[in-house]
């Protein structure tokens, strides 16, 4: 629509140009954010210290290298319980642990997550999650991220049930992007669903909600729901400010928890951010579970070509 000609596939990559200026890209990340900006990302403890510099609120933690578990296990002893456990630097809700509250559990993540990471304990901050995308221009758009669940009928089972979701959001999403987006029956779900004296096998009741993972990622199973137009003014303010912070970041999905309303006025004590994303997940507010469609693409679009609008 706004004549941008866009190359063949290289690998992953693209190019895009438009009268004579050309811009590379690899589905949300573009040479809009540099490299810096991608390295500090990836690195959570890093940019958990990077935005408290700044004076935006963060969950209080460190991290552990694999020959620190004495260390961890007496941070862990010292903190406020449960706490989080995560790598230092993984995508996708990949090997993080919620509600963590003993020591054996904690020596297992340890031992788990150090196979191939640096470790991260991290204080829980009790609240609502939400995923902000925002660019350094001002262009804010949210939603509020539910853990894959499956709602009852009175008549299937869990299995069934998430079957069933499946094949909605196949037709939603299509071959490309529903593996990543598809709920799963593996180990993680099972354990969550013992938690609930569940299993596969368990016929919920009609309008029964059973919840097959503890984080609210997408790429796990989650759901998502367009809160843009309920955000007070201060949450976007908030992940403005994350995204013009730091250097070469330009555009962002963040992650927010608030123990607050969405729609008050938010302080210091109110939030706390989990993770900036330089690959910011754009399809949950595209296309949100319910709610409306926003178009953080086109914001995207806007600040590669300026003149195409």
Known sequence: KRGIKVSKPL???????????????????????GRPAVSLTHNKQLCREFLNVNGISVPKGNRFKKEELKQALAYFKRSN?????????SDYGTLVFLNVDS???????????????????????VGTEIRVFATEKGYV???????????????????????????LRFKQLGDIDFEKYALHLDKEEKKMLRRQK???????????????????????GGDSMDITDELHPSIKKIAIKIVQSIPCMKYAGIDIILNKDISKPQNKDSYRIIEVNNMPGIYGHHMPHQGTSRNPAGAILDMLFPKSK
């Open 11 to 33: 690998d992953n990559f693209r190019i895009f140009e438009y009268r004579g200026e050309r811009h590379l890209v690899n589905a949300q990340e573009t040479d809009q954010v």
């Open 103 to 125: 020591e054996k559990q904690l020596k297992h993540i340890f031992k788990k997550i150090t196979k191939n990471y640096d470790f991260i304990i991290e204080e829980q901050f």
């Open 81 to 89: 319980k449960p706490v989080v456990c995560k790598p230092v630097n």
């Open 198 to 220: 569940k299993s596969i096998r368990s016929i919920l009741d009609e309008g029964d909600i059973v919840l097959l993972r503890d984080n609210s990622n997408l790429s796990t």
């Open 141 to 167: 758009c949210a939603n509020q991220r539910t853990p894959a669940n499956v709602v009852g009928d009175g008549k299937h089972n869990i299995k069934q049930l998430v079957e069933k979701k499946n094949q």
